[in-house]
Every structure is written in C-alpha cells, then in structure tokens.
C-alpha cells in the first residue's frame, strides 16, 4: 500500500501540533489535519487552548485582575488613579488579537517545520487512512503511523440547554459584549472558578453552583480551605451540595433573563440571573473520529483506550491529549505528543505521570504536583509536613499580596518530596521548581540547602522545606513531639 505520509496527526490543539512538529523534526513527513475555523470563517489552528480556552481565559484573568487592582488596591501603593472605568470593547480587542497571534504563530511554526497542514474534519479509516472532509470535497490519504489528537468539548446539560448567549458554556463566557449584573456557573471546578472571577472581577454578582458537597476534591484540604475562604472574600458566592434541576428563559420588565431551580440541604431554590455559565466538565471528541473498522477501543467515559506509551488497539494508531486517559491539560497533552514523536522514531521517552502540575489561575492562584495529604493518609504513608505562609515573606509583603502559603510533603525516613501544594500569588510559576525537584528525587532538605534569592516568593518554598524538620527562620513554629 503506498502512503502519502510517515505520520499524519488528527487535531492541532496543544496535542497535535506539538506532536507533529517534533515528527518532522525528526525527519518524518508528516501531516496535520485541522477543522477549527475562527468567526472569520478562516482556519485558525491551536484547538480549544489558543482559540477558546487556556488564552483568552488567561488574557481575561490578567485585565480583570489589573482592573480590580486600580480599583481597590493601588491606594496602598500611593497611586491614586482617580475614576476607573471599564472598556471591555478593548478589553476583548486585546484578548482576540494575543489569540490570533498566537494562532497565526502556531501555523507558521507547521510550515517552517514543513509539517502539511490539511483543513478539514478527519475520519480515521481502516488500515490507517484518513478521510478528510472540507465543504463538499472528501478526500483519503494514507500514513505508515496516525496520532489522534482531537481533543474535547464541553459537556452539555439536558437541563440546561445553550440557549440565545444567555445560556452558554464557557466559550460563549469570554464573549459577554457587557458585564451581566448577575452571573450564574453551574460547576465549580477549575473552569467555572475562572469565568467567575473574571466577571466578578469587572462588576457582576456571581454565584456559583456545585452538585458536590466537597469543594475541589482533588486538591490538598488545607489548601482548599484558605481557597473557600478567599473566594467568598472576594464576593465569589459558592454554593455547594446545590443539584441543578432545571433552568427556563423568562422575560421580566422586559428583560430576559434564566430562571435557575436548583436543589440544596433546604428544599428547592430559585435564582434569576443574566447569564448562566455552564462549567461542569469537558468530554473527549471521540464520536465521530473513526470509523467502525479502525475497531478502536474506548472505555465507558469515551476515551480511547491506550497503554503507557499512547498506543491504541491498533499498532500503528496513537492518541494523546484529551482523548485519552489522565488529566484534560494542555501540558499533559504537549508532552504526550512529544513522547509519541519519539517513539515513532525509534528513540526511548516517557512520561511522569505522577507529576502532571495542577494550576487553577484565579487569585489567589492554586498550583500542586505529586500526593496530596488524603491520599498519604489514605494509603497509611508516614510523612512529614512543612508549610511556609506568604503573610512572613517580604517580598510578598512588599508586593501587597500576603495571601496564602507553600506546603511540602515529605516521607519520614527517606524526606523524599512526596507533594507540594500552593495557594498565592504566581503559584503557577513556583510549583516548576517543586516539578523539577520532585522529578528528580529530591528530598526535603535538599531545597533547604539550596540558595535562593532574597527577596522572592520562591523563598517560601525554601522556608517550606526548612519547616518540615522544625528549622523555618522567618516563622515560629511549634515544637514536634
């Protein structure tokens, strides 16, 4: 069978065109087929993480933060900026023209690289083809290996149904053309907590509602608490142990507006709002990837099964990124990609993951990597523990932002690093250095031996690791028995 390509990957997200851009540079020729298409109608590769996700999500934080900032916090600075106003016009300008750079980046990279990018829908085939479909034109070409990496969409609710923006999921939420009075997010995980401090941030009351009675389960308890406390400081309403059963479109004084029925510890509860967000997860796009005699396996969630190395059923057919098992992160999907292009290859790679950095990009913001203290406790793990508030680093005084703290996990024979868990400003920057020290099998004391600069916040990571055996500087700490 003669083939049009070595490699042809399916998806141009943070997945696919990191795994296609490696292939070539390994001498393969490769393929890269892609349908994103932006308002323009024009192809506008990077998935949902440049076009509708990670970006605009971050480029929104970052305004409203600063928006918030001259609001309320550049008086202690000796700033006085008079009246702040609001252009949310050129706010999402700004959002749209870092996404379309950045997209636009993404597509040069392919052709420097010599990577063929192909718009269309892809259909994995028998005997690895791949049908690709673009207006009325179908077209099938052949590869020696296929990597599919077509990525997720939101998870719709029966119960609430997008409707006319006033519905929407979180991609119609970075695209609000006014700040509603009065925001609802059904779901509060990662996403949910994002698009609701960027509208609190610019002036909607925000109430969020969990059908879970434990707040971000996954992360460190401690942690979690300090974040429950920020957030509804900061006005953020979090309603946990609330189901939602039902949403209607009223007209009220000729406003429309979503009547929420939702159901809590008291009974059934009504709340009007302008706009409803709906945040409660993401699932794999696997229902129309392949067809039925690529006899690819899924499991019962939709993901494409695959072993440790991103193999599926099918030698020969990868999949990595969202589609498959594990965290639904853009880094988790870069990295699988640049695993698999190696392997392809003939050369050997790996992926950790157990240490697969978590960031929830509010503020404050929360970032962890390795076990949390539940799970050592479940497993009946020994360890130590060292924790270092930023309310004692001067740096963290001197920037006005005391909020929060570092936590290390240590085992207790070995003082192996076990996890580090985060909560404070630029927790996503710090926990690399926690990543990189857990990588390589660092114990607690070796960061305490470590220089760090002064004045930083990565000082507390080294304040952290001095704690766990009592020997923190800046902090009194009770004496262990």
Request: proline letters at 3%.
């Amino acid at each position: 069978m003669s083939v049009d390509f070595g490699v042809i990957v399916i998806g141009a997200g943070p997945a696919g065109y990191v795994a296609a851009i490696r292939c070539a540079q390994l001498g393969i020729k490769t393929a890269c087929i892609d349908n994103w298409v932006n308002e323009k109608g024009e192809p506008s590769l990077g998935g949902t993480c440049l076009n509708v996700g990670c970006i605009p999500s971050k480029a929104l934080l970052q305004s409203s933060e600063l928006f918030e900032q001259a609001n309320k916090n550049f008086s202690q600075h000796g700033i006085k900026v008079g009246s702040v106003e609001l252009d949310l016009g050129t706010m999402m300008e700004r959002k749209n023209k870092i996404v379309s750079e950045l997209t636009d980046g993404i597509a040069a990279l392919l052709k420097a690289n010599k990577v063929e990018t192909i718009t269309g829908t892809a259909r994995l085939l028998a005997d690895k083809k791949v049908e690709v479909a673009h207006n009325k034109d179908k077209k099938i070409y052949a590869a020696d290996t296929i990597i599919i990496a077509s990525g997720s969409s939101s998870i719709e609710l029966a119960n609430a149904p997008l409707t006319d923006k006033l519905i929407v999921d979180s991609t119609g939420a970075l695209a609000f053309d006014s700040v509603p009075d009065k925001v609802g997010v059904i779901g509060a995980g990662v996403i949910g907590l994002e698009l609701g401090s960027v509208w609190r941030r610019l002036g909607a009351e925000v109430i969020i509602l969990e059908a879970q009675d434990v707040f971000l389960p996954t992360a460190d308890k401690q942690i979690v608490r300090d974040a429950l406390r920020s957030y509804k400081k900061q006005g953020l309403d979090i309603k946990l142990n609330s189901r939602l059963l039902s949403t209607e479109i009223k007209t009220i004084k000729k406003r429309r507006q979503v009547e929420v029925v939702y159901q809590n510890e008291k009974g059934n509860q009504k709340e009007l709002f302008d706009k409803l967000i709906v945040a409660v997860g993401r699932k794999p796009n696997t229902d129309y990837i392949f067809d039925e005699e690529a006899e690819l396996i899924l499991d019962e969630r939709g993901f494409i099964h695959v072993n440790e190395q991103c193999e599926t059923s099918q030698p020969g057919v990868y999949a990595i990124g969202d589609v498959v098992r594990g965290p639904m992160l853009a880094h988790k999907g870069s990295e699988e990609g640049m695993m698999v292009a190696e392997l392809i290859a003939g050369k050997h790679a790996l992926i950790n993951y157990d240490l697969i950095p978590a960031v929830i990009y509010t503020h404050p913001e929360l970032a962890w990597a390795g076990k949390t203290e539940q799970q050592l406790q479940a497993a009946g793990e020994s360890y130590k523990t060292g924790v270092f508030p930023f309310v004692a680093s001067g740096r963290a005084k001197a920037q006005g932002d005391t909020s929060g703290m570092v936590k290390i996990l240590s085992q207790s024979e070995t003082d192996r690093i076990l996890g580090v868990h985060i909560i404070g400003g630029q927790a996503s920057e710090l926990i690399a250095q926690a990543v990189i020290a857990m990588e390589l099998g660092a114990s607690a004391e070796d960061i305490a031996l470590t220089v760090f600069a002064h004045p930083s916040l990565s000082e507390a990571l080294h304040e952290a690791a001095l704690a766990v055996d009592n020997r923190a500087i800046h902090i009194v700490q009770k004496k262990r028995r």
